[in-house]
């Protein structure tokens, strides 16, 4: 299948909720574009660290993952994220400074995604599921 990129918007959600409360312009909220991997194998989005820095995004805590290597501790933060047309606020995992953005499954799900593993696309669904 190979790797699938998109293009996404990370956002302060602290901006961003004043944004949908009216009380902010969109072009005043703290983001950053960047080119993300979808990785159905990451729970969390992820950031590097100069990115999370940049977007002063608020931190929730640090906590233990499973990564290649075993087990690391890593901080968490909040963060929004878009893709296309679709938003969604997630815990977000800081990284290196220097490595790729990340989409994990959560935001995925919270936006409606999946992955069409014939294509390599990002398909459409419903967000919400019950």
Request: proline residues 6%; without cysteine; aromatic residues 4%.
């Amino acid at each position: 299948m190979g790797h699938i990129y998109v293009k996404a918007l990370f956002y302060n959600p602290l901006d961003y909720v004043e944004h949908v409360r009216g009380e902010r312009k969109l072009e005043d909220i703290k983001k950053a574009e960047v080119n993300a991997l979808v990785d159905t194998s990451v729970t969390f989005p992820a950031l590097p660290k100069e990115m999370v820095d940049k977007l002063k995004l608020p931190v929730i805590g640090k906590h233990e993952a499973e990564v290649a290597t075993g087990k690391e501790e890593m901080q968490l933060v909040l963060a929004t994220v878009q893709v296309e047309d679709r938003v969604a606020t997630s815990h977000l995992i800081v990284r290196p400074k220097e490595t790729t953005p990340l989409i994990g499954v959560v935001a995925l799900e919270q936006m409606g995604y999946r992955v069409d593993p014939t294509t390599g696309k990002l398909i459409k669904g419903l967000p919400l599921m019950l």
